[in-house]
């Protein structure tokens, strides 16, 4: 089975400034991974996917993630944040197979903007 | 391209009662998932259709089902209700359900039950 672990719950971070929201994951097969945002009472967005390839991928809004195999991780970066980046963040993965339609999530890390 | 819609937005119901919750998804997607979002549990994976198929189901109770349409809109049903079932409810469609396919979500519906 697969797992996800969002490694901060919570990012304060004043505007202009870097950002890196951290994401490890577990799983016995290769996975697919992914980023969405939550915007209050909205549904999620998808930010970027990996699915093979070039382990660096870039997302919408500026985003982008580096996929590391041997570490498991998958962290999402953006050089320079905005008020309206302000939102919920999560890191979710596929095992393929069998999970058909199935993302595992993390918990969410609350990305807070700051003037 | 219209998005996936999910109806109603918000729900009152009271323990013990029933409840149904439908989702459109978005034309041409075959695959609806359902998702559970708590702030105690996150999100948790409810089941997945195709083709009126459930290919795929998360750990809940049985009290939690589901179903598709031949048009691909999907349902999903609680009977009993429990004061723990309060949440937000997605639903997402993909074309085919395929791990590296893209969900697309609806923007839920907010169920609270007292």
């Known amino acids: 089975a697969q797992s996800v672990t969002q490694l901060d719950s919570q990012v304060p971070v004043f505007e202009e400034a870097p950002v890196e929201l951290r994401c490890n994951y577990s799983?016995?097969?290769?996975?697919?991974l992914f980023w969405y945002v939550q915007y209050p009472n909205q549904g999620l967005q998808l930010l970027l996917k990996?699915?093979?390839?070039?382990?660096l991928v870039k997302g919408i809004n500026g985003f982008e993630a580096e996929f590391n195999k041997s570490q498991t991780s998958f962290h999402l970066r953006k050089p320079s944040v905005h008020i309206s980046d302000t939102a919920e963040y999560f890191c979710?993965?596929?095992?393929?197979?069998?999970?058909?339609?199935?993302?595992?999530f993390g918990q969410g890390t609350i990305l807070t903007v700051h003037p | 391209k219209a998005g996936v819609t999910q109806t109603p937005r918000y729900l009152i119901k009271t323990r013990g009662q029933q409840v149904t919750l439908s989702c459109s998804p978005i034309?041409?997607?075959?695959?609806v998932s359902w998702y559970q979002q708590t702030p105690g549990q996150g999100l948790q994976f409810l089941f997945e259709?195709?083709?009126?198929?459930?290919?795929n189901k998360g750990n809940f109770p049985g009290r939690f089902s589901g179903r598709q349409f031949s048009n691909s809109r999907s349902e999903m049903n609680v009977s009993t209700l429990e004061l723990g079932d309060s949440a937000l409810y997605l639903c997402?469609?993909?074309?085919?359900?395929?791990?590296?396919?893209?969900?697309?979500f609806g923007p839920g519906t907010r169920l609270t039950v007292t």
């Open positions: 997402a469609s993909s074309y085919s359900g395929r791990a590296s396919d893209e969900q697309y």
């Open positions: 799983s016995s097969v290769s996975v697919y």
């Open positions: 990996y699915l093979s390839g070039s382990t």
């Open positions: 979710a993965v596929n095992a393929g197979g069998t999970s058909y339609g199935k993302l595992t």
């Open positions: 034309s041409g997607h075959r695959s």
């Open positions: 259709y195709f083709s009126e198929t459930q290919r």
